[in-house]
């Protein structure tokens, strides 16, 4: 089925707000089977809205529109989806029940505006708003589709969530059923290699690799009469890659590496403690942004100067002068100096070179070493990345120590 | 001027990445006083690629096309563009050579498909490509334009900051020029409140305010004869508007605060440490994402655990037992300890409640407190974000930090 995403807003084209609904929706429809083939945003204008949609709807089966829906006089959607689709509005006594109650709830006066978002089109399947007060609905006309929803992206995405995706589920023919594979130290050419014949006689269930910054993924789907029989096809497939790759996968479920990390380590009941130079702390921030991660990270260093080094953690003088501080025996003693400093069961420390400044022809800019110590185990990686951005480098780092967490506890 | 942006690429469809080349586009269009009226995103297909340039341009004066440039089949926005203007494309010898030494300064090898990248429509004004191989170019028919460029983000920002730009300025009717301040500190409607008489009686400059994050920007524009006289009002403006809210300006020039604070403690030669709880790293993450700030910042803590903040910064356990590692007195003893443990001029601690859990009707989440000590000055800030996320927290907390610094230094 053929669809287009049309977004409603005048400050999108102003560029004040990235435009993160259409994102995703296409995530979301292509997943479930649907082709997204436009994009479209326009500004707050009846006339140029009801001619895009009139255009659009031309070409695709189904159109998704996203934004004017509230109360001011701005919000026209409604109205214009209306004509379009050749309906009138009428008042819902249900949803202005529902809106008369939100606004006792939440404390506040209702206005004679409030009352217009119960309006909806007389044939449409309405939608309603849990997170805020304007419906949504979805309107057909000779077997095409428009689907209305808010502009705010916490309002819409918990509509599609509940009301929206079911309704879709509905009208696709057959089940459609993904999972979404996250895999750290394999570039996207060699886990092509790797499933290459596997790509290549794909019909279903389908298999596609995708890059994203430092990491690879693998998205497998399956469309089949039954949805037990599409997530069976996707575990069958899953387990097969699995077998290949799986060293190599730390989420079998969409999750971020630090999400994981962070529950293996709250999981076994394991302390935690970094020693940061090149990285600067980002470790840290990102272990906790994890809520309750207070259990297992007891504290950090960011041992930027040299100084730090030696009286934080008992580097030797001798050591930073002999090899440097980007050093593999200075990564050591760093990791060796914070597990005696904190006590703490798993400990890692890193010190590179993140540029742009400071590299050399014997250690470049990219030259990242990594500390890891769990009770016996201890020991050093070395990493290069070469020809890198600052930013990236840090980043890519902070995965590289993430991942020899996981594959380490 | 009226324009449309429009983005060629398959993986926006698939929701892989984010439009940021609409985002930036928008901002500056808008910026330079043109009317952004369209974004639209099609696929690598010419026939759809056709049909939206030919149905946007009657619409608008201009349309900016990014991405469909590179040597794949897949790309050809060139060839769609040069059919609907009525145009042929030939090859351009000095971008070949270019191309050509590109490939040499990168040494590798130079495809037939690279060659292709030399062809430009025969009317068109060729932007030359400093960060890539694809040549973008402006091709003209009957008054109405179509400006083709990468899509890389980085080529694409590059090719217009050094060429697209002046080439828009010199269409424009009159010259437009502008200033962003940024703010930290004070609400969007207490901004507006102050500044009301200057918005409600603006015609030139304009004055318009936007909230970004807990943060508040002003734009000042002005659209002139000569750029002198739209500095000159530009820059009146500004100085009538730093006369009333300057105390909370952090930057005349579009600035993150980080980068602010960062270049202060460089230029002004003094030396930071850090000591964070809630935070776990964000601050010093943040200031060492600056290249060179290895000049000025020393060490960080992160003091997640009582323990840790006892150990590492000489917190009194008393202290600790009678008012809670969320209170004045420890956030007073952290920053105290760290300037004792560090010899830094400048050192700044924080401790708080990020949540989602550990909040009490006493200590709700949100609760934060800031130490800062420099030289003789020495206090504790109390911040509360009541019903915030916690990386709303965190990251507010982040920016309150900052700021501290940057008013004390």
């Known amino acids: ?35 997204v083939m436009y994009h479209h945003t326009v500004g707050d204008n009846p006339g140029r809205l009801a001619s895009m949609i009139t255009s659009t709807i031309e070409d695709v089966d189904m159109i998704l529109v996203t934004g004017g829906l509230g109360p001011t006089q701005d919000d026209l959607t409604k109205e214009v989806a209306c ?32 009352a217009k978002q119960a309006l909806v089109p007389s044939r449409a399947t309405v939608f309603h708003n849990d997170a805020g007060t304007a419906p949504g609905f979805a309107l057909e006309k000779d077997g095409k589709y428009i689907i209305c929803m808010p502009g705010p992206p916490r309002e819409m995405t918990h509509m599609f969530e509940i009301s929206v995706k079911p309704f879709l589920e509905k009208m696709s023919d057959g089940f459609m059923r993904y999972k979404l594979l996250r895999l750290y130290g394999i570039g996207e050419s060699l886990l092509e290699t790797k499933l290459l014949d596997i790509i290549d006689g794909q019909t279903d269930p389908t298999v596609a690799t995708y890059a994203k910054e430092g990491e690879c993924q693998l998205r497998i789907a399956s469309k089949r009469s039954s949805a037990e029989e599409a997530d069976k096809a996707v575990q069958d497939m899953v387990d097969v890659i699995s077998e290949r790759v799986g ?10 590496l630090v999400d994981v990390v962070g529950r293996m380590l709250l999981e076994k009941k394991l302390t935690i403690a970094s020693a940061e130079s090149c ?19 007891k504290a950090g260093f960011v041992t930027y100067s040299n100084e730090a080094k030696v009286r934080e953690l008992g580097v030797n003088e001798e050591t930073l002068a002999k090899y440097g501080a980007v050093s593999e025996e200075t990564a050591k003693e760093m990791v060796e100096g914070l597990a005696k400093v904190t006590g703490c069961d798993v400990c890692v420390s890193v010190t590179g070179i993140a540029g742009p400044g400071g590299g050399t022809e014997e250690k470049p800019v990219g030259l990242v070493y990594i500390g890891f110590k769990y009770g016996d185990k201890c020991f050093v990686t070395k990493k290069l990345g070469a020809g890198a951005s600052r930013k990236w480098i840090r980043n890519h780092t902070l995965l590289g120590i993430l991942d020899i967490v996981r594959r380490n506890i």
Chains 1, 2 share one sequence.
Do not use: C, H, W
Not at 4 to 10: E, H, K, M, N, Q
Not at 247 to 256: G, L, P, T
């Open 1 to 35: 089925m053929k669809t287009a995403i049309l977004s409603v807003g005048t400050e999108l084209l102003f560029g004040q707000i990235v435009n993160t609904n259409a994102v995703f929706l296409s995530k979301e429809l292509n997943n479930m089977g649907f082709d």
């Open 83 to 114: 004509n379009v689709f050749e309906d009138e509005l009428i008042i819902n006594e249900k949803i202005l029940d529902q809106i008369s109650e939100y606004f006792v709830r939440t404390g506040r006066n209702m206005t004679e505006n409030n």
């Open 247 to 256: 060293e190599y996968i730390f989420s079998y479920d969409n999750e971020e």
């Open 279 to 297: 990285t600067g702390g980002l470790f840290a921030a990102a272990l906790t942004d994890i809520p309750g991660i207070s259990q297992t990270f």
